[in-house]
């Protein structure tokens, strides 16, 4: 607890100042109880899967079990450690990116090859789930961003597409330009975000459901990445969406 008692603010310098320091205790008092927050979520996100791995090593380490059945809780027990190995990640780049010690390294490069190239990536995965994807805008110009934060950006939207659509919709893919920003859009046609909880989506381990994790997979911190990099491309970020119709992000930079 920061103690700070000072004489309450007059009209002098003096009373200025001590509103000023009364100002940055009470801002840094907030800090300390977010930090803690999130910490908390942290511990809370990395416990779950440590338990659910440590009782599947459990059961797998059993003498009495055919090979089928180890072999199957062996294939959960890597699942469940590739989500652990992603979460840390994603909170390393966060923890960076709260530190400014990442850089953007722009450079130009083609909008269509761009594009293709996501798509050709992602699109066995729609595929897989009966899901339409459609690259669409296959006009060619110049993009002025760093080539895998822009990628790591799109993949974050496309993977919530697919995550949160089910199956036979469409998702539209999009590049344009406006004047002399690049536009890139991601529109499904799935479950979409209650309007009272658009605002909060970006915000670090935030779910709409806590219960939708366990259904989806993912660990909230997707779109807090994707916000990061945008802004650090000096670019923006805007969400429509409506329950049970769908969402559309729309990234400008
Ligand atoms: P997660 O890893 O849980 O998907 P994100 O940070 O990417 O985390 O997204 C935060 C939350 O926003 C998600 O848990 C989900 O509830 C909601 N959300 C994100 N994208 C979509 C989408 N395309 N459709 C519906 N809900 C979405």
Redesign the pocket.
Known sequence: KFDVSLPAGGNDELGELSVAIRKLASDLERMKKERNEFLASISHELSTPLTYLIGYLKVAMRQDLTEEERNHYLMIIAEESDRMKDLLKNLMDLAKMDEMTFVVSKTNFSSRKFAEDIYRLVEPSFALKNINLNLIGLEDFSIHADPLRLEQIVL??L???L???SEHTTVLFEITKDQNRTVIT?E?E????PQE?IG???E??????KS??RT???????????KELVEAHGGSIE?Q?EVHK??K?TIKI
């Open positions: 974050n939207l993977d919530n597409a995550k949160y659509s991601v499904d799935g479950i979409g975000i909880q909060m989506i970006f670090k381990l935030f779910r709409v459901e939708r994790s989806f997979g993912g660990s909230g911190l997707g779109l807090a990445i994707v969400v969406s769908g969402s992000f």
